[in-house]
């Protein structure tokens, strides 16, 4: 009897050459009208872009299918740095100032959300990281979370 041969393990990893900018908070107008600022805006589409460029097939997870997502940010160095602090902040010195996090992560998975994958309670596992690069940029690797290891439903 053949062995069986499980099927490989779909990963999808792609880079944004671009200084990481957190989702920022809707905006109301005067009349009760809630919007996206444009800078978020932009951001989120240059991320679906760069995504589109890697992929350029339209293929998301299947909706069934558990996902996990990392996030690495790649922080600038602030202008003015000394030639030896610069070095030191570029091996990856973790980055502990404004933008957040959650932030972070909210402009690329919104970004990302029905192209990538299809809805995004897929994502069963979500890591992120910031810190310091020579090149500030962001790096995104998405994959399918084995079924004996996904995200186990709640019994009724």
């Known amino acids: 009897m053949p062995e069986e041969i499980e099927a490989p393990i779909k990963v999808k990893e792609f880079t ?36 589109c460029l890697a992929y350029p097939e339209f293929d998301p997870f299947p909706e069934d299918m ?33 933008p957040d996090l959650d932030n972070l992560a909210k402009s ?15 994502i069963c596992e979500l890591s992120i990281s910031k810190r310091y690069g020579a090149e500030p940029k962001v790096i995104v690797r998405i994959t399918e979370i084995a079924e004996e290891d996904g995200c186990q439903e709640e019994a009724s």
């Open 16 to 51: 944004i050459d671009h200084v990481p900018i957190a989702k920022a908070r809707p905006r109301v107008t005067s009349t009760g009208h809630a919007y996206t600022p444009k800078r978020t805006l932009d951001y989120e589409r240059f991320v679906l872009s760069c995504y």
């Open 66 to 98: 558990p996902i996990s997502v990392r996030i690495e940010c790649l922080m600038p160095i602030p202008k003015g740095t000394s030639k030896k602090k610069t070095a030191e902040l570029s091996k990856g010195v973790p980055h502990v100032k404004k």
């Open 108 to 122: 690329i998975l919104d970004a990302l959300n029905q192209w990538a994958w299809v809805d995004d309670s897929q």
